[in-house]
């Protein structure tokens, strides 16, 4: 992708990184947030494969180790990552205020606690995944950290008033590193400007391993998130298929449960420990050929509609090349 197109992407898409993000967003046709929930009913805990299901997002999930110094820490669908490291923990994603407690609970199970995260890190600007970081750092201290691109929206998500933690601004291929443990931020852009992939190495069983924690994918509300009419945008996500085909991947997660099926690797894992189902690279080269395909399917779709009729007054709607609306 030029420079000069993803300038070019940055002011089309200033009307999203201005928008006041909500602290929680109420289920569709109510007036009130959904009910927190602790646990997961039976059903939903044997899907495989996991599909996607927004009513699960404030519903808690076992905490659970995925491999060596890395845990889950998540909801039903909105995954949050704990690093345990001896010089203490790094936590990818606070998800909504309402859900901390789950998260607490999920940390305490595993042996840890929240007061000890350190760093804060994000997989992208959107509500559902950030609203909780002024929280988190209230009752952390943790040094909060953002792709630069994505710091206009998070400047913007001001829960109660409360203005958002950026302690350091983090560039593409930046590292971030505690107690033994080096991540990696990769700029992958499309579903929000400073979409975030983060890539480590672990160690579990005498072996390494290569994690990929996928920000956001273009499966999410795709017709929204991408638009073939503004070059780019398309070249966005060309740029960002790239960079995801050139990164070794052993273990496949992301920013929502259901792109890598964390309901069904988790019941594999509890009916076998001894064969972990989180080691997944052929689910990740299937995960990038897929967006790769359905970006393509979009181009070819949305050439052959044309571009979309223009908008009279206000402010610029998806029409117009934005990426994604907040929430997701």
Not at 142 to 158: G, K, S, W, Y
Not at 251 to 280: E, M, Q
Request: with cysteine; charged share 15%.
């Amino acid at each position: 992708m030029t420079v000069s197109r993803f300038v070019l992407a940055l002011l089309v898409s200033v009307s999203v990184s201005v928008t006041t993000l909500p602290a929680q967003t109420p289920a569709p046709g109510q007036g009130q947030p959904p009910v927190v929930s602790a646990q997961a009913t039976p059903q939903i805990m044997a899907e495989d494969p996991q599909t996607e299901q927004r009513s699960q997002d404030r519903v808690g999930f076992p905490g659970h180790k995925i491999i060596g110094n890395l845990y889950y820490v998540g909801t039903v669908t909105l995954c949050s990552y704990l690093i345990a490291t001896p010089a203490g923990n790094i936590l990818i994603n606070s998800n909504y205020e309402e859900t901390i407690p789950l998260m607490k609970t999920s940390i305490e199970s595993l042996g840890f606690k929240l007061e000890d995260t350190k760093i804060l890190l994000a997989s992208h600007a959107h509500g559902d995944h950030q609203t909780a970081d002024a929280m988190l750092k209230q009752m952390t201290g943790a040094t909060t950290m953002f792709m630069e691109q994505d710091v206009p929206a998070l400047q913007n998500m001001r829960p109660g008033g409360k203005p958002h933690p950026i302690d350091r601004v983090l560039k593409d291929g930046d590292t971030v590193a505690l107690g033994g443990t080096t991540l990696t931020a990769h700029l992958t852009p499309g579903h929000t400007l400073g979409n975030t992939t983060w890539t480590f190495k672990v160690t579990d069983g005498g072996r390494m391993y290569d994690v990929v924690i996928i920000g956001g994918g273009l499966q999410d509300d795709a017709r929204l998130v991408f638009n073939a009419n503004n070059p780019a945008i398309a070249d966005m996500w060309a740029s960002t298929i790239k960079t995801w085909q050139s990164l070794p991947a052993d273990v496949f997660l992301g920013a929502h449960s259901w792109f890598f099926n964390l309901t069904g690797k988790y019941a594999r894992l509890k009916a076998n420990p001894r064969v972990n189902p989180y080691i997944d690279p052929a689910g990740y080269k299937k995960y990038v050929a897929d967006v790769d395909q359905l970006r393509t399917k979009l181009i070819a779709e949305q050439t052959a509609a044309g571009p979309p009729p223009a908008r009279s007054g206000g402010r610029g709607g998806q029409g117009q090349g934005q990426p994604a609306a907040p929430g997701r």
